[in-house]
């Protein structure tokens, strides 16, 4: 199975903060590598495909990049929605396998 | 509007069996491949079932394989999580999620709001 971990496991940051999450692939993954957004008591929401294509409806703000093992998600001005726990997920090979999350809260 | 709507969720005791539902909406259902995801309280995603979009090809997690099973109905627009022989690991939010259908396999691109399953004596 290949093995997803993410950091970190949390942050503290302010609206209008850059902010950037790493999640790497304990094999190379190409650019097999989703990354999802939830909120609290909430469904996850789609953000990023193939590594850095946005969801259509995703901000522009949003961006993703990476390949083989190492990929990041970057938030460039954090927006009040934006706070939110974030995770990534390979879709190279099944098990499909999710990151432990990011959650990202006010500072 | 693109929707999917779980249902069937509860208290069950170890051992018991439930069968969760997904309704989907405003989209052709037919021409998706479909998933199940879960959710322990205060944990992250972990996926657990596959299914392709004519019933035809199944993937489990291990740690659900013998127990659970995924089926759907095209005719009903409805997708089935079949839990047997549950175990108290199994108490999660249960998400059904359309696959994205892309070249760059399994990514979930709608999802239900989850329903709640919880096995406890």
């Known amino acids: 199975d290949i093995q997803m971990t993410q950091s970190p496991s949390s942050l503290s940051a302010s609206v209008g903060d850059r902010v950037t999450i790493t999640c790497r692939a304990s094999?190379?993954?190409?650019?097999?590598l989703n990354w999802y957004q939830q909120k609290p008591g909430k469904a996850p929401k789609f953000l990023i495909y193939?590594?850095?294509t946005l969801q259509s409806g995703v901000p522009s703000r949003f961006s993703g990049s990476g390949s083989g093992t190492d990929f990041t998600l970057t938030i460039s001005s954090l927006q009040p929605e934006d706070f939110a726990t974030y995770y990534c997920?390979?879709?190279?090979?099944?098990?499909?396998?999710f990151g432990p999350g990011t959650r990202v809260d006010i500072k | 509007e693109v929707q999917l709507v779980e249902s069937g969720g509860g208290l069950v005791q170890p051992g018991g069996s439930l069968r969760l539902s997904c309704a989907a909406s405003?989209?052709?259902?037919?021409?998706?491949?479909m998933h199940w995801v879960r959710q322990a309280p205060g944990k992250g995603l972990v996926w657990v079932l596959r299914?392709?979009?004519?019933?035809?090809?199944?993937s489990y997690a291990d740690s659900v394989k013998g127990r659970f099973t995924i089926s759907r109905d095209n005719a009903k627009n409805t997708l089935y999580l079949q839990m047997n022989s549950l175990r108290a690991e199994d108490t999660a939010v249960y998400y059904c999620a359309r696959d994205s259908g892309g070249i760059w396999g399994d990514a979930f691109d709608i999802w239900g709001q989850g329903t709640m399953v919880t096995v406890s004596s």
């Open positions: 094999q190379s993954i190409s650019s097999y």
């Open positions: 997920q390979q879709s190279y090979s099944t098990p499909l396998t």
């Open positions: 405003g989209f052709t259902f037919s021409h998706y491949w």
């Open positions: 193939a590594a850095s």
């Open positions: 299914i392709n979009s004519d019933g035809s090809s199944t």
